[in-house]
């Protein structure tokens, strides 16, 4: 298929991987940020094709992984209510919230349903007027445009049964709070390329220059992945830092335009927590003043009680790169996706399903 | 039914007056001059043969001595019509693979409909119309049948339950437990398509083209196989829900073996590569209606190819991998990248990503 193949082409990969290990000469440790980057790593067994030299860790960058678990039981009871059609994109469906999880409220009488587009919801709305149609806005930067789309399009048509539950995140401060930890491992960064599409890279310059630390903006494919670790190992190896574009195909430095202005009316950051790493400083998005009458969590009180995180689960410390799956005592045995105990485990993108779904035990 | 007479079938509008009954009522379940009515003029014309005929609670069937191969399949899909087939013609080359799957020859189906009051009677006579031609083009008949009716609300249009007998000849052995390390891996044709058409269709999806499902009978292209290559046929399977990984996984595991296949060797049409790289779904777990594994003995890998290839729904057929005696329980993909991964079985359904 053309546009997919060049980029899965074993020959290709493998001479990159053959100049790789030409070129590195000390221990690095490399980040992915995104989740569907640790996905095609291990699914296609790129980090074994590696000199040992080389470590990789995964980052934070699976959105349904770090939705706190008070949101996701808010969303089950909202979704619980019977005047409510509660939409989300499919991999929020599956997690487990303190009692239930999406699938089990549809089974149990509940109008849930998977869209693949915000709009879809708004359209569900404006067509049945009666019902309250509220959709679960989970994602980075790269979903949201469409939420925001989908927000402004409900106030054009003046909605008042249309509403959405925000829970979106933000890489930049994400990634400023790992490097700020002292316990930091990590040396360079894969920034994600569906990210940088939407919001350009200019963020990312006072990271690289505050942390002296190379961030190159890398694709999805395994060509993509190979030639960013490439790019990431050659600066770190020359001793530069910045940032620098692998995913050039789709991002420029400035990023799409049109939707970060859609972005900047409908949004605000905020502080936001992520589940297992904690509060970090704007790291969310809030609705601003004119479209708070489409908060979700503001229109329906409910009440949620949360219940604590299983102690044994690891998943803040391989959300921040400070561990790998393996090395959770649960992992494979009390956790795994039929019976998750943390969200790395449930989420397709989560690193923990990936070792799992892919064999690593 | 001979073919003149099915043409003719064909040609005929529905035979139950669309004017007095535009759709099914409670009463069309209810044993009555309705149902009667449904079952004369419209099944009992559809799919006439002499078992049929003879309007009993069940068909008389003469079988030689052997053994009977028994399969039932309830089919539930929405939309009930999508491209290149609906739950009709669906139903009917379910069942007659199941058997097939067996190592069977079919020999006669049933067909228990369970409609939703308000049904169209126009869609319940294309669904009767293609159950028909679909049994006739498996030259498998459907000699008895059952139908109810409940609430509107209570169903989803149409449920159809085929369910079917076959024969298996001397000397065939068909089991997931017979595979053995060695033994080479066909599949008949490209993956993933029947998934694809029905995801496609629920999402508003437009492609290029128009994805169509891939449901077609299979008894022929395994008579073909089994004739040729008798007891040398040690697996054959449909993977219909779960795809290809979830048949391997379940072959793998019952046969205690380890199964290798190769990314690069397992056809899937462009337009559902590209179907599904959109859905964030992998090929090789979506559903087909149409196709099979068969695991055979090394050497006579080579002929089964050229069998498929033959038949009419085997144009495409190819060899995806072997059977081996590592890694017992698990199927190990070569990647198109030359790395090697475990294809596990799913916790659930495949759920497109977020980004």
């Known amino acids: 298929m053309k546009f997919v193949d060049e980029y899965r082409n074993e020959e290709s990969v493998r001479k990159v991987a053959d100049s790789i290990r030409a070129l590195v000469t000390l221990p690095w440790t490399l980040m992915e940020i995104c989740g569907g980057q640790t996905h095609t790593l291990i699914k296609y067994g790129l980090d074994r094709m590696l000199p040992d030299l080389v470590t990789l860790v995964h980052g934070p960058g699976c959105p349904v992984c770090v939705t706190p678990l008070e949101l996701i039981d808010r969303a089950v009871a909202i979704a619980r209510r019977p005047d409510v059609t509660f939409m989300s994109f499919g991999d929020m469906l599956r997690v487990p919230g303190s009692e239930l999880d999406l699938l089990s409220v549809k089974a149990r009488g509940g109008d849930v349903r998977m869209v693949y587009s915000p709009l879809d919801a708004v359209k569900l709305a404006e067509k049945e007027p009666a019902r309250q149609v509220v959709f679960f806005a989970v994602g980075f930067e790269t979903t949201a445009p469409a939420i925001a789309g989908a927000l402004l399009t409900a106030e054009r048509l003046g909605l008042a049964n249309f509403s959405v539950l925000v829970s979106h995140v933000l890489v930049p401060p994400a990634m400023e709070a790992i490097l700020s930890s002292p316990a930091c491992l990590v040396k360079g960064f894969l920034a994600a390329g569906h990210v940088c599409t939407v919001m350009g890279t200019h963020e990312y310059d006072p990271i690289a220059a505050k942390y002296r630390i190379p961030i190159v903006v890398t694709g999805f494919e395994p060509l993509d992945l190979m030639v960013g670790i490439r790019m990431t190992l050659a600066a770190l190896e020359e001793g530069r830092h910045g940032v620098e574009i692998q995913y050039s195909r789709c991002v420029s430095p400035g990023g799409n335009v049109p939707a970060q202005k859609l972005l900047a009316e409908v949004f605000a950051p905020c502080d936001r927590p992520w589940r297992g790493i904690g509060v970090i400083p704007k790291s969310g998005y809030a609705l601003t003043p004119r479209f708070e009458r489409f908060d979700a969590a503001k229109r329906f009180d409910v009440e949620t009680v949360t219940a604590e995180e299983p102690k044994v689960c690891i998943a803040g410390s391989i959300l921040q790169g400070l561990a790998k799956p393996r090395d959770c005592a649960a992992f494979g045995k009390e956790c795994t996706p039929e019976k998750p105990l943390g969200a790395p485990m449930v989420s397709t993108e989560g690193a923990c399903a990936a070792y799992y779904s892919y064999g690593r035990e | ?355």
């Open chain 2, 1 to 355: 039914m001979s073919d003149d007479l099915g043409e003719k079938l064909q040609a005929l509008s529905c035979p139950v007056p669309v004017a007095d009954y535009p759709n099914i009522l409670l009463g069309h379940g209810g044993g009555g001059r309705l149902s009667q009515m449904l079952v004369e003029r419209m099944f009992a014309a559809s799919f006439d043969n002499a078992a049929l005929s003879e309007m009993h609670d069940g068909a008389v069937l003469a079988v030689p001595a052997g053994r009977l191969a028994f399969s039932t399949d309830s089919y539930v899909v929405r939309p009930y019509f999508f491209p290149g087939g609906d739950i009709g013609s669906l139903a009917v080359h379910g069942t007659v693979n199941d058997l097939a799957m067996c190592g069977a020859r079919p020999l006669a189906l049933s067909s228990a409909l369970i409609l939703e009051e308000g049904l169209p009677m126009e869609d319940l006579w294309r669904i009767t119309r293609s159950m028909a031609d679909a049994a006739r083009n498996a030259g498998v008949p459907i000699v008895t049948g059952d139908t109810k009716v409940v609430g509107r609300g209570k169903g989803d249009g149409i449920f159809v339950n085929v369910t079917g007998v076959g024969l298996v000849a001397e000397g065939v052995e068909i089991s997931p437990r017979r595979a053995k390390p060695g033994d080479v891996i066909l599949v008949s044709g490209a993956i993933a398509q029947h998934g694809v058409a029905i995801m496609a269709l629920r999402e508003g999806l437009e492609f290029g083209t128009t994805v169509t499902t891939d449901s077609a009978p299979l008894n022929g292209m395994v008579a073909s196989l089994l004739a040729a290559l008798g007891a040398d046929v040690h697996v054959l399977r449909d993977p219909t829900r779960g795809g290809v990984a979830s048949v391997l996984n379940e072959i793998a595991k019952a046969a205690g073996t380890g199964v290798t296949i190769s990314e690069a060797a397992i056809p899937v049409a462009e337009e559902v590569r590209g179907a599904c790289e959109i859905l964030g779904l992998d090929p090789l777990y979506v559903a087909n209606e149409g196709k099979l594994l068969a695991f055979v003995a090394r050497e006579r890998a080579d002929e089964a190819l050229s069998i498929l290839r033959a038949d009419r729904f085997g144009a495409e057929a190819a060899i995806v991998g072997e059977v081996t005696a590592e890694h017992p329980g698990k199927v190990v993909l070569k990647s198109r990248v030359g790395g090697r991964r475990i294809v596990d079985l799913l916790t659930g359904d495949q759920l497109p990503r977020i980004c």
